[in-house]
């Protein structure tokens, strides 16, 4: 959940978000660190950790390298972690693909990431 590092974001400030229908930052060039900060505050994944932040960067490499969402044993793997500590840092690889400002993976890759 959400602790109180600040006020959480308010209906109006999500709007400004350059997010689709499905939460997905539309454009990941337009990504930034403090963005990321947002939505995952806003998604209550909070704080972030340096282990949220390898996770997160490495998704936004492995997805900008090669166009396609690494598989979650490739990450923990990569990373030195447990098989399950993307879904228990981020709730659902969904979860991290979004704070990561990656765009919509596409429905039936999104299906995958529960």
Known sequence: MIQSHGQQPTTAAKRHL???EAG???DP???NRGMARFIAKMDGVW???PDHWAV?????????TYGALPPVS?????HGM???AVRRMFGSCREAWRIAGLPHPGEEALSYMI
């Open 18 to 20: 350059p997010l689709d």
């Open 24 to 26: 997905f930052l539309v």
């Open 29 to 31: 060039e337009l990504w």
């Open 47 to 49: 704080p972030l950790t």
């Open 56 to 64: 997160i960067y490495y998704l936004r490499e492995h997805r900008l």
């Open 74 to 78: 490739q990450i923990c793997r990569t």
């Open 82 to 84: 447990e098989r399950d």
